[in-house]
């Protein structure tokens, strides 16, 4: 159980484009899920936190209008990079936790590497 | 600011032999911490957790210690397999905060 899915793997766009990003729990209900980056050799940063029906939450110095966040339901949340350049260029995972578990287990996709020329 | 740190970027065991990942954090609202494993283009798989009223996980091949005085928790395996080469993350969180810190990995590599 606990099987988080993102799509596409790999991604590479021009500069200017917009790309989307799905992320879905497989086999689980997922109140929250969990927007990630990670630079080479870096740890986990946090992007923002998506709750099913609402608006996401954003850290502090991600740009909200850049990275647009959709969780539509409890099995998918959405990342669009819009107006992509290359300096977006990074490793997105998302995660996901169970609704109805108090527990605090992030469960992680397999991540999407954008590349934007 | 780091609030949880990893300072071993790197470390090399050998096969069958013990491998002690270490994490320190200076935020004493922690209370839940949890150590994530992770192969190159791939997400971070849980491994283990361990809760503040607990000074000890154990679950299989892996142990969690936490020492909270000194704000400090470490991962055993034992014993090493060669699979278990991977970067390991530990991460913290507090009561009520959906929110996990990250540390910075380390490099695990068993060598055969």
């Known amino acids: 159980g606990a099987v988080v899915s993102q799509h596409p793997s790999r991604v590479i766009c021009k500069s200017g484009t917009s790309v989307k990003i799905e992320c879905r729990s497989l086999?689980?209900?997922?109140?929250?899920m969990f927007w990630y980056r990670q630079f080479p050799k870096q740890s986990l940063m946090l992007m923002a936190t998506s709750n099913e029906g609402s608006k996401a939450t954003y850290e502090q110095g991600v740009e909200k209008d850049k990275f647009l966040i959709n969780h539509a339901s409890l099995t998918l949340s959405t990342l669009t990079v819009t107006s992509a350049h290359p300096e977006d260029s990074s490793f997105y995972i998302c995660s996901a936790r169970y609704s109805t578990r108090s527990s605090y287990e992030q469960y992680f996709g397999p991540g999407t590497r954008l590349t934007v020329t | 600011d780091q609030q949880v740190k990893q300072n071993s970027p790197s470390l090399s065991v050998q096969e069958g032999r013990i491998s002690i990942l270490n994490c320190d954090y200076t935020?004493?609202?922690?209370?839940?911490f949890l150590w994530y494993k992770k192969y190159p283009a791939e997400g971070p798989t849980f491994l283990i957790s361990?809760?503040?009223?607990?000074d000890k996980n154990e679950d299989g091949r892996f142990t969690v210690f936490l020492n909270k005085s000194a704000k400090h928790l470490s991962l055993h395996i034992v014993p090493s397999q060669p699979g278990d080469s991977a970067v390991y993350f530990c991460a913290a969180t507090s009561f009520g905060n959906e929110k996990l810190t990250f540390g910075t990995g380390t490099r695990l590599t068993i060598i055969p």
């Open positions: 086999d689980f209900q997922a109140t929250t």
């Open positions: 935020n004493s609202m922690f209370d839940y």
């Open positions: 361990i809760s503040s009223i607990k």
